[in-house]
């Protein structure tokens, strides 16, 4: 079955540093990937995401490119900001039923932590 | 525009209880998932409803049961409550492909 697999946090960093934050992925066919961010006391919210090989998602500084060769769909974020501290969920979903969207399969989660 | 509203937002029960979580989906949706999330772990999937039909169901016992409205709106039922259903349990919409999460509802069992 499918699965998703990305790096244990937390995850602290100061600010203005890079962040990349591991994602590999397991899944018959070939799944749209995405990237969902949580605030403490909220529900997900969707980051960016990328439908095919190669492509490449961003949003608000945040990039990950679809690789299937390796199949990995790493978090990258050039300068980070306090208000990025969130915990991180890369996940998947397959192709198939049409109409409302498939099932999303999610990782563990990664929190991130960002210091002044 | 409302999103996707889960009510409550808190609850306890005790063991061997029953709970009946509420979902109103985003205007315009017409899907509604719901996934379970334990503390420190990823959203899992329960099931999906589709013109009031079950469509998708993920790994999780008849214990969990759930129906949607001829508005779109859900309910997601857990009977016979163990400790270890003690989680955010999200509900998510959709139309075609991209979800819209709610907040959740925090269910504590005792």
């Known amino acids: 079955g499918n699965s998703v697999t990305q790096m244990e946090g937390p995850v602290t960093l100061s600010e203005e540093a890079f962040l990349t934050i591991n994602c590999t992925y397991t899944a018959t066919g070939y799944p749209s990937l995405f990237w969902y961010v949580q605030y403490p006391g909220e529900g997900l919210q969707l980051l960016l995401k990328?439908?095919?090989?190669?492509d490449k998602g961003s949003n608000k500084g945040f990039e990950a490119t679809y690789r299937k060769e390796t199949t990995s769909f790493h978090l990258e974020k050039g300068s980070v900001q306090v208000s990025d501290s969130a915990v991180y969920f890369c996940?998947?979903?397959?192709?198939?039923?049409?109409?409302?969207?498939?099932?999303?399969?999610f990782g563990t989660g990664t929190q991130l932590k960002v210091e002044l | 525009d409302a999103g996707v509203t889960q009510s409550p937002t808190h609850l306890i029960k005790t063991r061997g209880q029953q709970v009946t979580l509420r979902c109103s989906p985003k205007?315009?949706?017409?899907?509604v998932s719901w996934y379970q999330q334990a503390l420190g772990q990823g959203p899992q999937f329960i099931f999906q409803?589709?013109?009031?039909?079950?469509?998708q169901r993920g790994n999780f016992p008849d214990r969990f049961s759930g129906h949607q409205f001829p508005n779109y709106s859900s309910e997601l039922n857990v009977n016979a409550l163990l400790l270890g259903d003690s989680a955010l349990y999200l509900c998510a919409s959709s139309l075609a492909k991209g979800y819209t999460f709610g907040s959740g509802t925090r269910l504590t069992v005792v």
């Open positions: 996940a998947l979903s397959d192709r198939g039923l049409t109409g409302g969207g498939n099932k999303l399969t």
């Open positions: 409803y589709y013109e009031e039909e079950e469509r």
């Open positions: 205007s315009g949706h017409d899907t």
């Open positions: 990328a439908t095919k090989a190669d």
